[in-house]
């Protein structure tokens, strides 16, 4: 079971990197935060569908049957998307000749490159603005998984719901967690566009709505009451996943198209170490201090 959930996360990683390569083939630069933001709120609406759903299923047909059912939902996508979906615009055949050309050319880069036509990754990675962005990322990941390891044993230990009433309590954080994801895109392109400045309508979203997760994080331990808690979670997820499509559209503000996709690569794979690292140091925690 192990070695296949290691699996599953390895083939899982590079789909949000892919996505927004995608998004920078396809989408402006001053419409891309929102396009973001739309294809990135499928994860935590999935969180929201597949808590009660799998719990159901699982609930009454056992595990097994749960996981293949799911399976079947994921194959079809993967068929559809793959028969539909162009990499690139010039690549589409449902595209009219006009249509091409009003794709041909993205706006470009707000950081200087170092002398060559495409500046390395290694380059990119240590800019303090993608260094930044990477930290940011690296929170938002943080506390992503806290909430998907933790919040849930939290409702059963502390609070002493049952694996149903779970199931359905946790879909509240994660549907307005989904909304928070569209609307941060949204913002931050509604701010760029009113100000001409994309890197202080990324700033003013990441700052803000960090700061006021983590103050939700914090009290929520503090609470004793079922509805406390969901609120509160519910809060923090939203404030969180605001944040959600600005790291990937400061990687297309600042770096070359050429290298969107392995930028935000590196990025998804260094904010995916807090997996290990939040969960494990969350766990020490409760067990060193009986809570």
């Known amino acids: 079971m192990l070695i296949v959930r290691v699996l599953f996360g390895m083939a899982e990683g590079p789909v949000s990197a892919a996505g927004n390569k995608i998004i920078n083939n396809w989408i402006s630069r001053k419409e891309s935060a929102t ?23 699982a609930l009454s047909l056992g595990w097994r049957p749960a996981f293949g059912i799911i399976f079947l939902f994921g194959l079809v996508w993967v068929l559809l998307w793959y028969f539909i979906v162009s990499d690139k615009p010039t690549m589409s055949k449902r595209l009219a000749p006009e249509e091409r050309i009003d794709f041909e050319n993205h706006e470009d880069v707000i950081l200087s490159d170092d002398g060559r036509a495409t500046p390395s990754l290694g380059y990119y990675m240590k800019q303090p603005m993608v260094m930044g962005d990477n930290s940011g990322f690296f929170q938002l990941q943080l506390y992503s998984f806290f909430f998907l ?13 049952d ?37 202080l309508s990324r700033r ?54 050429d290298k969107v996709g392995s930028v935000g690569g590196a990025m998804h794979g260094l904010a995916n170490i807090s997996g290990i690292i939040g969960p494990l140091v969350t766990g020490f925690i409760v067990q060193f201090s009986g809570k």
């Open 149 to 161: 390891t933790w919040f849930p044993s939290y409702l059963n230990h502390s609070l002493h719901l």
């Open 204 to 257: 003013l979203i990441l700052g803000v709505c960090l700061a006021g997760a983590a103050v939700c994080v914090a009290v929520s331990g503090t609470v004793s009451t079922i509805g406390s808690a969901i609120t509160l979670m519910s809060v923090s997820l939203f404030l969180l996943y605001l944040t959600g499509p600005i790291y990937w559209a400061v990687i297309q503000d600042v770096v070359h198209k």
């Open 35 to 57: 396009a973001i933001g739309i294809f990135s709120a499928g994860s935590p609406l999935g969180g929201a569908v597949s808590g009660p759903i799998v719990g159901l299923l």
């Open 163 to 199: 694996i149903k009433e779970i199931s359905i309590a946790t879909v509240i954080p994660w549907v307005i967690g989904a909304i928070g994801m569209v609307l941060g895109g949204v913002c931050s392109d509604v701010i760029y566009r009113i100000t001409g400045n994309a890197l």
